[in-house]
């Protein structure tokens, strides 16, 4: 059961330049997320999706967009690279919906290490 | 909105000694509370968890925490740690009718030595 996986595991870009991280997860989760990491800031909820077809923004959304049009796969696009967004990114899933059961806690990924120059 | 703070950034401790690892949360509804741990260049994994119930929350690793809930606060702690359990340690809160929406602290980064 391969969980959540992230791909690529490092990239560097320029500034200005485009890119798409990919999350694809295998265990029929509902909701998928999108967190960066910075250090001493924990990690902050950058987008989120609920369902195929269902996204929503989190904390930090500018400069980043989403699509969810399979339960599995849950890209994260960066269509004008810039500085600030060199960090690392991690993708997770879970079985449960707003207001329902914790049985299944979130699932991550081992992340991507984005560095933009 | 609810906001976690994690009132140690490093803490160093030495094989075998007892650890505590200080989380306090702001919320003005009902919430539920994480400890994640994440072992260099992996992703996060979660230690234990405080949904309803029983105050203290017993997680995998010998790891537990008590939920305070005059004190909004969340401490972890490990009577005995390993060198294994050097790692960066998470808190995090999800408001009850927000299902998978996690808001996490900074972190508190811990140093087991020999």
């Known amino acids: 059961n391969a969980g959540v996986t992230q791909t690529p595991k490092f990239q560097v870009l320029k500034t200005g330049q485009s890119m798409t991280l990919q999350c694809a997860q295998d265990?029929?989760?509902?909701?998928m997320s999108w967190y960066r990491q910075d250090p001493g800031m924990g990690l902050r909820l950058i987008h989120y999706s609920v369902g195929a077809g269902i996204t929503d923004q989190g904390e930090v959304p500018n400069g980043y967009n989403v699509s969810r049009s399979t339960t599995e796969d849950f890209p994260l696009r960066l269509l004008s690279a810039a500085p600030s967004q060199t960090s690392v990114y991690f993708c997770a899933s879970g079985g449960g919906l707003a207001g329902s059961s914790y049985n299944s806690p979130l699932h991550f990924g081992n992340g991507t290490r984005l560095t933009v120059t | 909105a609810q906001s976690v703070t994690q009132l140690d950034s490093q803490v160093p401790v030495f094989e075998e000694a007892p650890v505590e690892l200080r989380c306090n949360y702001s919320?003005?509804?009902?919430?539920?509370l994480f400890w994640y741990v994440q072992y260099p260049n992996q992703g996060l994994q979660l230690l234990l968890k405080y949904l309803s119930g029983s105050t203290l929350v017993k997680g995998i690793n010998g790891f537990e925490a008590e939920f305070n809930k005059s004190q909004t606060s969340f401490h972890l702690r490990k009577p005995s740690v390993h060198i294994s359990d050097t790692a960066e340690y998470f808190c995090?809160?999800?408001?009850?009718?927000?299902?998978?929406?996690?808001?996490f602290g900074g972190g508190t980064r811990v140093l087991v030595k020999p």
């Open positions: 995090a809160v999800s408001r009850k009718a927000a299902g998978n929406k996690l808001t």
């Open positions: 265990m029929n989760h509902e909701y």
């Open positions: 919320s003005s509804v009902s919430v539920y």
